[in-house]
């Protein structure tokens, strides 16, 4: 098992509020919606949506992952911060193969 860190900063138009709030706050809903040749669909399976929440995400057919499940380990909204641990699935899978 490994430990992957991944930062990413980018400029939008859109406030960083509005944008952390679709992107994490409300990505059941709208990643589905904005990416729909890669996400089928994003489910609680547990939680409220607050930290320790576990959503899988299903990914359409032709993805090489089906699908993956993630739970929330930290949420910052007024930093725009948020972490989260891949549980189970084929990226997990994959990862681990690269770092044999």
């Not at 098992?1 to 991944?6: A, L, P």
């Not at 709208?30 to 990416?35: D, G």
């Amino acid at each position: 098992m490994g430990v992957h860190v991944y930062t990413e900063e980018n400029t939008s138009p859109v406030s960083p509020s509005r944008l952390f709030k679709a992107l994490i706050g409300d990505s059941e809903t709208l990643v589905p919606k904005l990416f729909p040749q890669l996400v089928k669909s994003i489910s609680v399976v547990q939680g409220d949506g607050g930290v320790g929440t576990i959503r899988l995400i299903t990914f359409q057919q032709w993805v090489s992952s089906k699908n993956v499940k993630t739970r929330i380990d930290a949420l910052d909204v007024e930093k725009f911060a948020y972490k989260y641990t891949l549980l189970e699935g084929d990226l997990l899978y994959e990862a681990q193969l690269q770092c044999a």
